[in-house]
């Protein structure tokens, strides 16, 4: 079934598309408990920032001469799926692959280095020349896969957005925090999944005066945003009924966000029809009070109060788990939304 976070209006999609522009897993360190909320002073993909401090410190060596060394890069653990996934191989096939890309031990970096590691998961090396923003020019990285969840799924394809964070060191020792969401396209294979392709979000520089709502969402702790989103936000490119939704819901609720805009596949996956998401008019929520929505042990009652609530804030096309009834309901599920709440607007 094709995922029903449509936008409106076949003459937006022009607009749309000028507009919306190791393997050693351990070192490819990931983890599904993250909290988001520590990369909201964050820039994100585009932007990051760098520590003012270097890591580097100096001891002396057994002749007495100072040698350089440097702070271990934070190690989160691997991401893995959970209970109540539908095809969660399709996940892991797309997180060791951004895991591969995104990682790498001092003298690891590189597109050789990276093409290896893509092969040694049995895919194409030139999925490496698609990473993108995963693969800035740095002495080492380690990542943190904040979540994964599906930009569609349908028999024999899927996306998979891959929500991540990374920590790069430059070759002078100083640390530099961001992340990325990258689209990954699947098809299905034999023994497993086949990547085709990656999309890495890549949402662009912070705008000069952004909304005054954008300062309130980033500074509300009930809102956990991921970088990528954080700095959808700061782009300025999101619009106000997404900023006001997240404030409204975030009264009842602590939100964790995993999509806004970049990231995002441009088209609802399946169809030809423009997405919300790339528009800055749509934003996901994979966890509600630290409740994965995937998970079963998760009140559908707590999940359907925020389809609920979501609606009343204003958005016309809200997707779940939950099957919502009512004539002309705004509320819609399938396979692609047991994993989130899509939250989306039409102006």
Known sequence: MASGDDGRGAGRR??????????VLGLAACS?????RTSATSSGAASTETHAASTETHTPSASGTPTSTASPLPNPPLWQPGPGEIQPDVKRRAVELVAALGAWPPGGQGAEAARARVAALGLPPGLADQAGPLAPAAAEATLEVITAQYGGILADSASVLVVCRQWTRAS???VAEGGTTVDVRLSRAEPRWAVTALHPGEPG???ASPAPAVARVLAEPRIELPPAAAADLRSGAVHDSVLEAMLRLAGPYTLSVSVVRSGHPLDVFGTTRPSDHPLGRAFDVWRIDGRAVVDPATSRQLVESLMRDAAAAGSYNV???VAIAGVGSQFFTDDTHHDHVHVGFDS
Request: charged share 10%; no cysteine.
């Open 32 to 36: 599904s408990g993250g909290n988001p």
């Open 14 to 23: 022009e607009l749309l598309r000028a507009g919306a522009a190791a393997v």
């Open 172 to 174: 002078d020792g100083s």
């Open 205 to 207: 520089p912070a705008a």
């Open 319 to 321: 997707g779940g788990p």
